[in-house]
């Protein structure tokens, strides 16, 4: 082969390679997961009355949906505990400062959370932790925990307490308390973060020998039998929230490392604690099995780091999807607080959304932890105002669950009230749940322009309400309104447009 076809047919490979992870892309995308945590283990609910959180809370929401977040990943089970009324586990001292003691007075943050992101078209996602009980062994329990009805299910590592993932009666109860939830609240996602066995406490085993020597039969290691243990969870867990409500997704948020190449030739270049290991978190597994809905791994590291590079794991795990959606976790903090390597007069987030942005399997991030974007750290919020997203993007469409866009609204109409013109419409109809339109978009173009709802720049509204406040100029200016359906989901159905002066 000459040097000119050579360098063609290696031009053309490259090109494959990567036309199969770069999209032809908008620099703005119509879709993407904008999605922020929010947690109670720190401590910032604990003890405060109920009043003041709850101003507390609608003030970081507003914030957080003026910077273009549309999801919220709210902690609701820490340690086998409820910032929500359950039916079977204490109210959280993370909530009241006492475990067990009921707000006063009475409110179900949960539920108050749900509405408030819904009013303001986030998603909102249940983050439970499945196995901790104690974060510490001078916590002290509820009389009602259920450790003190069944101490057999449980076992101590390290100053923390944990159920035995070993046992049946463990799975079972979790999914009795993600069936709870999941049936009594208007959740968009279950979503577990990185606690799966526990993080290694140096010199010590997870004393699990008397499950192993109980359950491990068939299992030539503890360590395989360990996976499967998860596995298995993981995979109860997924059909127990599609089984009560076939819309609600379950996604999680892993370590960011899923192997070393020292332990295995297809893992990443890097040097650090590893999911499947460690943690007995086979990830890939559950992505490749379909028993998870989304993957969020936690690259909280810097680029440039030596252990775990940030743009080294953001690569690997581009060609690791497995075919389910996968989102960045990103931190907030390691991003401010380290400069760009090729331009260090400024911080890395552009270099960080132009990675996360750079590949077709990559449908968004999630930014660690909510307060410090609320705090506009490092001017973060800034940023994602002024650029990133500088436009609303719908969540991305989760097809393998549903693809069926709902039906086209119906009458829209233009109409004059002493508020001004209000521009109204019927929802269309449904059949089912999965049908039902549930939120409407909104697009705006000149009368002469041509209409393309792929370009957010058109968006003027996401709302649940069948209707939109028109914008009065002179009532000179012809505007074409479009509006669309989506569904649970976020299909979208096909548009309908009104021609209005305005």
Request: glycine residues 6%; aromatic residues 14%; charged residues 25%.
């Amino acid at each position: 082969m000459n040097l000119k076809n050579y360098l063609f047919f290696l031009a053309l490979l490259l090109a494959v390679e990567v036309g199969a992870q770069v999209p032809s892309g908008n620099k703005y995308p119509k879709r993407e997961f904008r999605a922020a945590w929010i947690q109670a283990v720190n401590g910032q609910f604990r003890g405060i009355p109920t009043e003041t959180l709850k101003q507390t809370l609608i003030s970081q929401l507003n914030s957080l949906q003026g910077a273009g977040i549309n999801a919220i990943i709210f902690q609701v089970r820490p340690e086998a505990d409820a910032l929500y009324a359950s039916q079977y586990e204490p109210w959280s001292r993370f909530l009241t400062g006492t475990q067990g003691q009921m707000p006063s007075p009475m409110w179900d943050p949960m539920q108050f959370m749900i509405e408030e992101c819904h009013k303001r078209n986030m998603e909102f996602h249940a983050w439970i932790n499945p196995y901790r009980t104690k974060t510490s062994l001078k916590n002290q329990l509820a009389p009602t925990h259920i450790y003190n009805e069944h101490p057999e299910w449980f076992v101590t590592y390290g100053d923390q307490l944990f159920f035995d993932p070993a046992l049946p009666e463990s799975r079972e109860y979790i999914c009795k308390i993600i069936t709870d939830i999941v049936s009594r609240y208007d959740v968009d996602a279950i979503h577990m973060d990185d606690y799966f066995y526990p993080y290694p406490v140096k010199g010590l085993d997870f004393p699990d020998d008397a499950s192993f020597a109980r359950y491990g039969g068939g299992f030539s290691n503890k360590a395989d039998w360990r996976r499967s243990n998860v596995n298995i969870l993981i995979k109860k867990i997924h059909e127990t929230v599609r089984g009560v409500k076939p819309w609600v997704k379950f996604g999680v948020s892993p370590f960011g490392i899923y192997r070393n190449q020292k332990s295995d030739p297809l893992g990443s270049n890097t040097n650090g604690l590893q999911n499947y290991d460690d943690l007995y978190a086979d990830v890939l597994l559950w992505a490749r099995e379909g028993w998870i809905d989304y993957n969020i791994p936690q690259i909280y590291w810097e680029i440039g780091h030596k252990a775990a590079d940030y743009e080294t794991l953001v690569k690997w795990w581009a060609k690791h999807s497995e075919n389910r959606p996968l989102f960045i976790g990103q931190s907030i903090m390691n991003t401010v607080q380290n400069a760009d390597p090729q331009n260090p007069s400024i911080n890395q987030l552009p270099r960080k959304m132009a990675l996360q942005r750079a590949y077709q399997t990559i449908g968004g991030s999630c930014q660690w932890y909510a307060a410090a974007l609320v705090e506009n750290t490092g001017q973060y919020r800034d940023a994602l105002i002024q650029e990133y997203h500088k436009y609303p993007a719908l969540i991305p469409v989760f097809d393998f669950m549903d693809n069926k866009a709902p039906d086209k609204v119906r009458k829209v109409k233009k109409v004059w009230t002493e508020d001004g013109y209000i521009l109204f419409w019927t929802a269309p109809k449904a059949d089912t749940e999965m049908d039902k339109a549930v939120q409407y978009v909104v697009y705006r173009f000149g009368s002469k322009e041509k209409v393309d709802i792929e370009d957010p720049s058109h968006i003027v509204a996401i709302t649940r309400n069948p209707f939109y406040k028109l914008p009065y100029d002179d009532g000179k200016t012809k505007y074409r309104y479009v509006v669309t359906a989506l569904d649970r989901l976020q299909n979208e159905s096909k548009s309908v447009s009104k021609k209005v002066k305005l």
